[in-house]
């Protein structure tokens, strides 16, 4: 199984970034996946979950109304609409894929950095 993260690039703060992760190796739908992020001198910490059939999703308090997950089961692809980010938000954005619990596999990895 792996995970492909891109998307990730500079941008200003206001701005808006959509991030993509692709996954290979087994099928798609059979893994929730989800959004983390780790910002230089701090612990990786969660971003956004989404469920196997995309129905249900779950985001960290720091990014509600601002960052949405989605997912194309079709195309094996999950993905991060970032809106409105700040400098708070820059950090290593990684993709994980679980299939039951914990997450089991993760992407290498996309730096978002904003300016202020």
């Known amino acids: 199984v792996q995970l492909q993260a891109f998307g990730g690039g500079f941008v200003e703060a206001g701005g808006f970034l959509r991030l993509s992760c692709a996954i290979s190796?087994?099928?798609?739908?059979?893994?929730?996946m989800g959004w983390f992020r780790q910002a230089p001198g701090k612990e990786r910490e969660f971003v956004a979950t989404?469920?196997?059939?995309?129905?249900?999703?779950e985001y960290a308090d720091s990014v509600k109304g601002r960052f949405t997950i989605s997912r194309d089961n079709a195309k094996n692809t999950v993905y991060l609409q970032m809106n409105s980010l700040n400098a708070e938000d820059t950090a290593v954005y990684y993709c994980?894929?679980?299939?039951?619990?914990?997450?089991?596999?993760w992407g290498q990895g996309t730096m978002v950095t904003v300016s202020s």
């Open positions: 994980a894929a679980a299939i039951v619990g914990s997450y089991e596999y």
């Open positions: 989404i469920a196997r059939n995309g129905r249900s999703t």
């Open positions: 190796g087994r099928t798609f739908s059979s893994y929730a």
